[in-house]
Every structure is written in structure tokens, then in C-alpha cells.
């Protein structure tokens, strides 16, 4: 098992901040699985106008949200970057998504990731978005491309 520290420090490699970093917390990881979850606080900015008679999450940022657990910490795990301070870039490649239910302000979300194929710098994953009561919101398969600097 892992440690709140190892998880910490995978983390803190994600090439993002906030308002665009869309993990809280790392539940559980194994060498094909990571779950993970964010709270979608009602004060992000983008539910000002989406939607101006209700408020929902946007789904490019549901997408997001999965593609950095799925691709970008699967990737930092696996390329052993929480082991160094190398600089690296992961770009999208194939996304697809199914979307079930809204995620609404307010709402914890868990993403449950699956890799599906490593070859070379690629990643592929299948991804589960759950809302708050541990129903199914989204399913995705995102593609990623490491460009990792030496």
C-alpha cells in the first residue's frame, strides 16, 4: 500500500494549479488503477454562466477532470516521475466520452481510472465519473501522448 505522503508527492508533480486542477486526493492506486476525487465548490468561475437557470458542471471539464487522473497521474506513476524534477508534457490525443448524469455545484465526484494500454510514451485509459452518491455520471477513454525532457 501506499502512503498519504507518496500520494502527496504525486500530486504535486501535476503540471497544473488551481483554478485548473481538478484533484483533490488520491483514494487508492495500484499499477493499473487510480481513484481519485474533486469537490466542485459552487464559486469556480465557470458555473457563473453554465448555465444562466441552473448551474452545471460543463463536460470539457468533466473530461478534464478524468483525463488528469486517468492519463496525466497514471503517467506520472508509471513514467517514475515523482522520482525526479523532469520536466514533461502530457498531450491529448483520442477522447470519447458517454455522459449520464449533471454534476451539479457542490458536488464530490470520484474518478475511478483503468489503464488501458501503455506502449512507449502513450497512455490510454478508461475512466468512471461518480457523483456524490456513487452514481454513474460519465464514462471516458482519453489518450495521451509523455513528452518527457531531459
Not at 508533480?13 to 476525487?37: G, H, Q
Amino acid at each position: 500500500m501506499f502512503t498519504e505522503q507518496f500520494y502527496q508527492q504525486l500530486l504535486s508533480r501535476m503540471p497544473y494549479s488551481p483554478p485548473f486542477l481538478f484533484v483533490d486526493k488520491i483514494i487508492e492506486l495500484s499499477d493499473k488503477n487510480i481513484k481519485a476525487t474533486f469537490y466542485f465548490d459552487k464559486n469556480l468561475e465557470f458555473y457563473q454562466g453554465h448555465f444562466t437557470h441552473k448551474s452545471i458542471t460543463p463536460g470539457a471539464i468533466l473530461l478534464e477532470s478524468m483525463g488528469q487522473v486517468g492519463c496525466v497521474l497514471m503517467g506520472i506513476y508509471q513514467f517514475k516521475l515523482y522520482e525526479n524534477q523532469k520536466s514533461f508534457e502530457p498531450v491529448l490525443g483520442l477522447m470519447e466520452a458517454n455522459f449520464y448524469l449533471p454534476i451539479y455545484p457542490n458536488t464530490l465526484v470520484t474518478i475511478e481510472s483503468e489503464l488501458d494500454y501503455l506502449r512507449g510514451s502513450y497512455i490510454s485509459s478508461i475512466n468512471h465519473l461518480y457523483d456524490d452518491n456513487m452514481k454513474l455520471a460519465a464514462i471516458s477513454r482519453i489518450q495521451c501522448n509523455f513528452i518527457i525532457y531531459e
